[in-house]
Nanobody, 119 residues
């Protein structure tokens, strides 16, 4: 079955960095674009970054452009999110899913990983 396992979240000070990982299994990872989403209580889940199958096409939300970098390793079925210059407003639970502009595995969200940016 499809599994998406996010990790790497932590408490970090403003201006700090984190690298999130998402290990995928149960589907043909190298055939799917992958994306990172985030959600805060009471708000809709928002798309943060997306990467195409080859990695050549990448899209970022305006709020993270220039600070976050999405990448993938198709040999490890893993997608990454490098987050630099973190701000308190980046605090959220971060999730990954298949797809470029909308999630394709909507029945298979992982548990997410908590990122908290605070001094």
């Amino acid at each position: 079955q499809v599994q998406l396992v996010e990790s790497g979240g932590d408490l970090v000070q403003p201006g700090g960095s984190l690298r999130l990982s998402c290990a995928a299994s149960g589907f043909s990872f190298s055939s799917y674009a992958m994306s990172w989403y985030r959600q805060t209580p009471g708000k809709e889940r928002e798309l943060v970054a997306a990467i195409s199958v080859s990695g050549r096409n990448i899209n970022y939300a305006g709020s993270v452009k220039g600070r976050f970098t999405i990448s993938r390793d198709n040999t490890k079925n893993t997608v990454y999110l490098q987050m630099n210059s973190l701000k308190p407003e980046d605090t959220a639970v971060y999730y990954c899913n298949a797809g470029f502009s909308s999630p394709l595995k909507t029945d298979n969200w992982g548990q997410g990983t908590q990122v908290t940016v605070a001094s």
